[in-house]
């Protein structure tokens, strides 16, 4: 156990979140009081070393003897104080403590107290819980979240040493069409509350605006009522895995030194590194601030298995992924009882390898040549529950990256100040279709000072606010404008290899592969030096089967490339390749993409892994050191179901260029302990990792 932090942590000081890394979340249920076992949770804190804890205080339900009117204590309290007999227990082991609160329903006594606290539907009813119609929903932009639940959080932090509030559910669901949102919305913006969900409506954007201020504004007041009682403790609220997009993030990072992102497991086809992807989205909008990621121990589907068990396996790499990627560790188990103890094991041992590693990567940062661009100003136009769609376009991108074993970040498109962009060699854009004449500027003077751009499809067709442009706000850079309307949905389209250019590398025989589902007519422009490696081959039928040939020869360029004089390369696809690739998972796309980002990026990448296998790969450095992780994705679960068994992977090379006048360097396997092969030369160093489970750190400090 790592004592140092457990002592010597920042106890109830204004910096306490920096030693808060390994979290154990206890979700209480309304008959927890009486039935379940305190020693065992306490157990739970020092096996899997925690040096933090978040508990179930108030809000629905008080797991304290509230004395404020109407807040539902737990019918099964009795003269108990769980909420306190879990404080005291973590305190005496030195942990952080914060306080959970969940705003989003109440009981309908409540309800009929205060109806204008309650959420409104656009028939103006008052909308009942969707999974128990005995409570109801709460408006989060009025009065019940900022006079009521303040008071929950004032006694809250009045009364128990804890360091922050956490809350759940606190942000709404969907438009609320109360009198107060209809009116202070229609005073602030002069419109009715929108009827639809239509990025490009102004309305719409209007709402987004106006919720987003409302409910920063009440982020920041809920900081002031806990610092009121505490002056170290924080309001943190609980953001889900949509990196801060519905809140104004300039005024965020006044108030949340630490933020965790709620992505409890896997759902559907997520892929396991989705887990890094969350902490790279949030280090690309909100820095280098500690973040946690969410874990549940159960079965994370719509069907809502909250008392299951996770297989040990999938616990452990989700887990794995995450810490890979700099998110600290962070269990939630719901319900106090423990009917299956399962989650244990592989909670406590991922929690352990946390700490032993905590001590040499901590003070290391993450790093990478290349850096996604998260299409912020486009994704936060969406509603939220229909934003996973919106992203497929990022999802192909991604996962065809993780495939070429290309180390990167992603990096949030509000903020493109050039000293940002500037600390990759190249940026690499999905489909940004949102975006300002600033944004374009900033991206076109990257490019123009020696950085690389792989982008495609609409990014820059649209203003940030979603209004159509005439053309790209990034023409200029492209050396094309838009020749015509994007096409719709079509089936058996191809794209023609039409030169001998590293992009066209890899295909074999092959002079034609798939096409996207959707384009773009494009103009090149004259004199712009650009290349053509692929032109679409004109769309043909696909049925009947004697109609499926081409009439005509491929001339619209389906790939533009291009160099510029301070040394930037740009390639960009005028379809859907991104999107394309997720639906699909076309070898040759994922080829495509890896062909692109390798190309333009100039030079062999600075990190290198070659194997077999699917691996997700982290850096981070520091002080003459520098971390690569090796996380093993190799599983035929990786993408549906569940991990049932990790499948080790056979011999991986590790090739890293050495750093100006360094000439050798020392080599650690951190996770296995094994003493690899080293081998140095042409200014790069190799090490042979012999084998890996679930993942490996090698650890290198350069020597001069």
Same mark, same amino acid.
């Given at each position: 156990?790592?004592?140092?932090?457990?002592?010597?942590?920042?106890?109830?000081?204004?910096?306490?979140?920096?030693?808060?890394?390994?979290?154990?979340?206890?979700?209480?249920?309304?008959?927890?009081?009486?039935?379940?076992?305190?020693?065992?949770?306490?157990?739970?804190?020092?096996?899997?070393?925690?040096?933090?804890?978040?508990?179930?205080?108030?809000?629905?339900?008080?797991?304290?003897?509230?004395?404020?009117?109407?807040?539902?204590?737990?019918?099964?309290?009795?003269?108990?104080?769980?909420?306190?007999?879990?404080?005291?227990?973590?305190?005496?082991?030195?942990?952080?403590?914060?306080?959970?609160?969940?705003?989003?329903?109440?009981?309908?006594?409540?309800?009929?107290?205060?109806?204008?606290?309650?959420?409104?539907?656009?028939?103006?009813?008052?909308?009942?819980?969707?999974?128990?119609?005995?409570?109801?929903?709460?408006?989060?932009?009025?009065?019940?979240?900022?006079?009521?639940?303040?008071?929950?959080?004032?006694?809250?932090?009045?009364?128990?040493?804890?360091?922050?509030?956490?809350?759940?559910?606190?942000?709404?669901?969907?438009?609320?069409?109360?009198?107060?949102?209809?009116?202070?919305?229609?005073?602030?913006?002069?419109?009715?509350?929108?009827?639809?969900?239509?990025?490009?409506?102004?309305?719409?954007?209007?709402?987004?605006?106006?919720?987003?201020?409302?409910?920063?504004?009440?982020?920041?007041?809920?900081?002031?009522?806990?610092?009121?009682?505490?002056?170290?403790?924080?309001?943190?609220?609980?953001?889900?895995?949509?990196?801060?997009?519905?809140?104004?993030?300039?005024?965020?990072?006044?108030?949340?030194?630490?933020?965790?992102?709620?992505?409890?497991?896997?759902?559907?086809?997520?892929?396991?590194?989705?887990?890094?992807?969350?902490?790279?989205?949030?280090?690309?909008?909100?820095?280098?601030?500690?973040?946690?990621?969410?874990?549940?121990?159960?079965?994370?589907?719509?069907?809502?298995?909250?008392?299951?068990?996770?297989?040990?396996?999938?616990?452990?790499?989700?887990?794995?992924?995450?810490?890979?990627?700099?998110?600290?560790?962070?269990?939630?188990?719901?319900?106090?009882?423990?009917?299956?103890?399962?989650?244990?094991?592989?909670?406590?041992?991922?929690?352990?390898?946390?700490?032993?590693?905590?001590?040499?990567?901590?003070?290391?940062?993450?790093?990478?040549?290349?850096?996604?661009?998260?299409?912020?100003?486009?994704?936060?136009?969406?509603?939220?529950?229909?934003?996973?769609?919106?992203?497929?376009?990022?999802?192909?991108?991604?996962?065809?990256?993780?495939?070429?074993?290309?180390?990167?970040?992603?990096?949030?498109?509000?903020?493109?100040?050039?000293?940002?962009?500037?600390?990759?060699?190249?940026?690499?854009?999905?489909?940004?279709?949102?975006?300002?004449?600033?944004?374009?500027?900033?991206?076109?003077?990257?490019?123009?000072?020696?950085?690389?751009?792989?982008?495609?499809?609409?990014?820059?067709?649209?203003?940030?606010?979603?209004?159509?442009?005439?053309?790209?706000?990034?023409?200029?850079?492209?050396?094309?404008?838009?020749?015509?309307?994007?096409?719709?949905?079509?089936?058996?389209?191809?794209?023609?290899?039409?030169?001998?250019?590293?992009?066209?590398?890899?295909?074999?025989?092959?002079?034609?592969?798939?096409?996207?589902?959707?384009?773009?007519?494009?103009?090149?422009?004259?004199?712009?030096?650009?290349?053509?490696?692929?032109?679409?081959?004109?769309?043909?039928?696909?049925?009947?089967?004697?109609?499926?040939?081409?009439?005509?020869?491929?001339?619209?360029?389906?790939?533009?490339?291009?160099?510029?004089?301070?040394?930037?390369?740009?390639?960009?696809?005028?379809?859907?390749?991104?999107?394309?690739?997720?639906?699909?998972?076309?070898?040759?796309?994922?080829?495509?993409? +890896?062909? =692109? $980002? *390798?190309?333009?990026?100039?030079?062999? &990448?600075?990190?290198?892994?070659? #194997?077999? %296998?699917?691996? !997700? @790969?982290?850096?981070?450095?520091?002080?003459?050191?520098?971390?690569?992780?090796?996380?093993?994705?190799?599983?035929?679960?990786?993408?549906?179901?569940?991990?049932?068994?990790?499948?080790?992977?056979?011999?991986?090379?590790?090739?890293?260029?050495?750093?100006?006048?360094?000439? +050798?360097? =020392? $080599? *650690?396997?951190?996770?296995?302990?094994? &003493?690899?092969?080293?081998?140095? #030369?042409? %200014?790069?160093? !190799? @090490?042979?990792?012999?084998?890996?489970?679930?993942?490996?750190?090698?650890?290198?400090?350069?020597?001069?």
């Amino acid at each position: 156990m790592n004592e140092t932090l457990r002592v010597t942590g920042g106890l109830r000081s204004s910096t306490w979140y920096e030693t808060a890394t390994r979290w154990t979340q206890l979700t209480l249920v309304e008959d927890d009081p009486q039935t379940y076992d305190l020693d065992f949770w306490l157990r739970i804190f020092d096996e899997t070393e925690s040096n933090a804890t978040c508990l179930s205080a108030g809000g629905y339900v008080a797991y304290y003897p509230s004395k404020i009117p109407l807040q539902h204590v737990s019918r099964s309290i009795g003269d108990a104080d769980p909420f306190g007999d879990l404080v005291a227990g973590a305190r005496a082991r030195n942990m952080h403590v914060v306080a959970r609160v969940d705003p989003h329903a109440v009981h309908a006594d409540v309800a009929a107290a205060h109806p204008e606290w309650i959420s409104v539907t656009a028939e103006g009813e008052l909308r009942k819980h969707w999974s128990f119609p005995d409570a109801y929903i709460t408006c989060a932009w009025g009065d019940y979240n900022r006079g009521f639940m303040s008071e929950v959080i004032r006694e809250v932090a009045a009364n128990y040493d804890i360091d922050a509030v956490f809350a759940n559910r606190w942000s709404g669901h969907g438009v609320c069409y109360c009198a107060h949102c209809s009116a202070t919305f229609k005073a602030e913006s002069g419109y009715d509350l929108p009827r639809q969900k239509d990025p490009h409506d102004k309305v719409w954007q209007a709402w987004l605006n106006w919720s987003r201020r409302v409910l920063t504004d009440l982020v920041a007041h809920w900081n002031g009522v806990v610092a009121s009682e505490r002056p170290h403790g924080r309001f943190i609220p609980n953001i889900g895995n949509s990196s801060m997009l519905e809140f104004d993030l300039d005024e965020i990072e006044k108030y949340c030194p630490i933020l965790f992102v709620d992505h409890q497991g896997r759902t559907g086809v997520v892929p396991i590194w989705s887990a890094g992807r969350d902490g790279k989205r949030m280090r690309g909008a909100m820095g280098d601030r500690p973040i946690g990621l969410i874990t549940s121990t159960s079965v994370e589907e719509k069907w809502r298995w909250k008392d299951s068990v996770q297989s040990p396996e999938e616990i452990r790499m989700w887990m794995t992924d995450g810490l890979a990627h700099g998110l600290r560790p962070w269990f939630t188990k719901f319900n106090a009882k423990v009917p299956d103890s399962r989650w244990v094991k592989p909670i406590a041992e991922s929690f352990q390898l946390h700490a032993r590693l905590e001590p040499e990567l901590g003070p290391l940062h993450p790093t990478a040549e290349i850096a996604m661009l998260d299409p912020s100003t486009t994704l936060r136009s969406w509603d939220s529950d229909d934003r996973e769609s919106a992203e497929a376009h990022e999802f192909g991108l991604y996962h065809a990256l993780v495939e070429a074993r290309l180390p990167f970040e992603l990096h949030a498109d509000l903020d493109v100040a050039d000293a940002k962009l500037d600390r990759y060699k190249l940026i690499a854009v999905a489909n940004a279709s949102f975006l300002s004449e600033a944004q374009c500027d900033s991206l076109t003077r990257y490019v123009e000072r020696g950085g690389s751009l792989v982008t495609s499809f609409e990014t820059s067709l649209y203003d940030e606010w979603g209004v159509p442009r005439a053309d790209f706000g990034l023409s200029k850079l492209f050396g094309a404008s838009v020749a015509g309307p994007t096409t719709a949905h079509a089936k058996n389209t191809y794209v023609q290899l039409t030169s001998d250019h590293p992009l066209t590398a890899g295909f074999g025989d092959a002079t034609r592969i798939m096409g996207g589902t959707r384009q773009i007519p494009v103009r090149l422009h004259e004199g712009a030096g650009s290349e053509i490696p692929f032109r679409f081959i004109p769309a043909f039928p696909d049925l009947p089967m004697e109609e499926i040939y081409p009439r005509e020869p491929a001339t619209a360029p389906a790939a533009i490339v291009r160099t510029f004089k301070g040394g930037g390369r740009l390639v960009y696809f005028p379809w859907n390749l991104g999107e394309t690739f997720w639906e699909v998972l076309n070898l040759d796309h994922s080829t495509l993409i +890896g062909n =692109a $980002v *390798r190309w333009a990026l100039g030079a062999r &990448s600075r990190v290198d892994v070659s #194997g077999p %296998g699917v691996l !997700d @790969i982290a850096t981070r450095e520091g002080k003459g050191r520098l971390a690569v992780q090796l996380v093993n994705l190799t599983n035929p679960m990786m993408m549906k179901g569940p991990i049932r068994e990790i499948i080790p992977v056979g011999k991986q090379v590790v090739s890293v260029a050495l750093p100006a006048g360094v000439t +050798g360097a =020392a $080599v *650690r396997l951190l996770v296995s302990g094994v &003493s690899p092969m080293v081998s140095v #030369g042409g %200014g790069r160093i !190799d @090490i042979e990792v012999p084998q890996i489970v679930t993942n490996e750190v090698v650890l290198i400090d350069f020597a001069r």
